[in-house]
């Protein structure tokens, strides 16, 4: 590998979406990242948003083994014009992502970027993509988050849901995805957290557990993650609203 070959690695930034959930709060008769969304599925919005970023160099996805659902998605999406690798998901979306992080290192791709990003969040748009990886690149920091600041009131709450005090809500943000870390250095976080038995919410936990600088980076609300029935219709209207002000 030419230096040149090997400053671009290091730049590379690979997107990971684990998509081997169930949804059960979604109460839907298929998972909720195969639910349909404006046409095609959720899945599929979410794979074309990131696979028309220039800065992605490729996306790998992890499914459940034998999911019925995955071939007409693929079939569907055609050619994204970069890579897609499929990798097998795990019991719980830590251990998703962590199979997808052992693909991307196995095919050469340790020192690069993961771009960790919700299956159920189709309405990422690609300017906040863009402020992410740029600020996090420019920074001396582990990596980075997208998030958006608390503005709602918050509420401390004791047994029977009695208010027990309101919390500052200045220093408080909603972690959002993508979630931008060193393929290995995640790998590696993700590793100790579960190996010290840590609730591994999201990536940004796993790195706060090692010790590393993980900075917020604003990005806008309307980056919605699916949970609800009301939030497909919900999405609908964002990603409408989104193809009117493009």
């Known amino acids: 590998m030419s230096v040149m070959d090997a400053c671009w690695a290091m730049d590379a930034c690979w997107a990971i979406v684990p998509a081997a959930g169930i949804g059960k709060r979604m109460a839907a008769y298929r998972p909720k990242q195969y639910l349909e969304l404006t046409g095609e599925t959720v899945l599929a ?31 569907g999406l055609g050619d994204l014009g970069k890579p897609l690798h499929l990798f097998r998901g795990g019991g719980e979306r830590c251990d998703t992502v962590r199979n997808g992080l052992d693909e991307l290192a196995r095919r050469g791709y340790g020192g690069a970027w993961a771009l960790v990003h919700d299956a159920a969040r189709p309405c990422l748009r690609a300017q906040d993509v863009a402020t992410l990886i740029d600020t996090v690149q420019d920074r001396a920091v582990d990596g980075g988050i997208l998030a958006t600041p608390v503005r709602d009131t918050i509420k401390q709450v004791c047994d029977g849901r009695v208010i027990d005090r309101t919390v500052p809500r200045e220093a408080l943000w909603h972690a959002l995805t993508p979630q931008m870390f060193r393929i290995d250095a995640l790998h590696a976080a993700i590793d100790a957290a579960l190996a010290a038995r840590v609730n591994v919410t ?15 980076v604003e990005g806008h609300a309307d980056n919605i993650k699916i949970t609800h029935p009301a939030d497909l219709v919900l999405a609908e209207a964002i990603l409408a609203g989104q193809n009117v002000t493009r």
């Open 202 to 216: 999201d990536e940004a936990s796993a790195m706060e557990f090692r010790g590393a600088s993980v900075m917020v």
């Open 45 to 75: 919005c979410t794979v074309r948003r990131l696979a028309a970023h220039a800065s992605v160099s490729g996306i790998a996805i992890g499914l459940v083994p034998d999911d019925p659902y995955w071939p007409a998605v693929q079939a």
